[in-house]
């Protein structure tokens, strides 16, 4: 395996430990699963706009976070997936004020679809719109607020640059 590839999959497994441990700080607060989640971890998820490396690591993270906490299969699957969809979609947006709204719009469609059919007994579209809301307003926070904060971070740190291409 050359140099490049090797930094590629270290960098991917730094990523997904990462977010499984910021994930894990989030649940420890009560904060990393059901309606409103401010999963730290999800501000992992610009990472994808600097180097598409993060895509497998933020996908990896986000199913080692789901099978550790007790989350259903579909959440499981689903929820790890929209983590992926959305990493995917960032790595494509060449706006940095941009690259985390494809996590917020792909954990906000599918999210309030998994709690729906994995954690609430009977369909009520007043829970289901509210929880769309909460799910919106825990990505803005964690993906969107929280991922500016480390794009700036990064932005001002030439050197984090380097070790994210």
Same mark, same amino acid.
């Given at each position: 395996?050359?140099?490049?590839?090797m930094?590629? $999959?270290?960098?991917?497994?730094?990523?997904?430990?990462?977010?499984?441990?910021l994930?894990?700080? =989030?649940?420890i607060?009560?904060?990393?699963?059901?309606a409103?989640?401010?999963?730290?971890? !999800?501000?992992?998820?610009?990472?994808?706009f600097?180097n598409?490396s993060?895509i497998?690591g $933020?996908f990896?993270g986000c199913?080692?976070s789901?099978?550790?906490?007790? =989350?259903?299969?579909?959440?499981i699957i689903?929820? =790890?997936l929209?983590?992926l969809?959305?990493?995917?979609f960032? +790595?494509?947006?060449?706006?940095?004020w941009?690259?985390?709204?494809?996590?917020?719009?792909?954990?906000?469609?599918f999210?309030?679809?998994?709690?729906?059919?994995?954690?609430?007994?009977?369909?009520?579209n007043?829970?289901?719109?509210?929880?769309?809301?909460?799910?919106?307003a825990?990505?803005?926070? +964690?993906?969107?607020?929280?991922?500016?904060?480390?794009?700036?971070?990064? !932005?001002? #740190?030439? =050197?984090?640059?380097?070790?994210? #291409?």
């Amino acid at each position: 395996m050359n140099n490049n590839k090797m930094r590629h $999959l270290a960098q991917s497994a730094i990523i997904a430990a990462l977010y499984v441990a910021l994930t894990w700080i =989030s649940n420890i607060f009560g904060l990393a699963s059901l309606a409103v989640q401010v999963r730290l971890g !999800e501000a992992l998820c610009i990472l994808p706009f600097y180097n598409p490396s993060a895509i497998p690591g $933020l996908f990896i993270g986000c199913l080692i976070s789901n099978l550790t906490m007790g =989350s259903t299969p579909l959440d499981i699957i689903v929820g =790890s997936l929209a983590t992926l969809a959305g990493a995917f979609f960032a +790595s494509k947006i060449k706006n940095k004020w941009l690259c985390p709204l494809p996590t917020v719009i792909s954990n906000t469609i599918f999210i309030p679809l998994v709690i729906m059919l994995s954690y609430i007994v009977e369909w009520d579209n007043t829970v289901y719109l509210l929880t769309v809301l909460g799910v919106f307003a825990g990505e803005m926070v +964690s993906a969107y607020a929280l991922g500016m904060l480390l794009v700036f971070a990064i !932005e001002k #740190r030439p =050197s984090l640059k380097y070790y994210l #291409r």
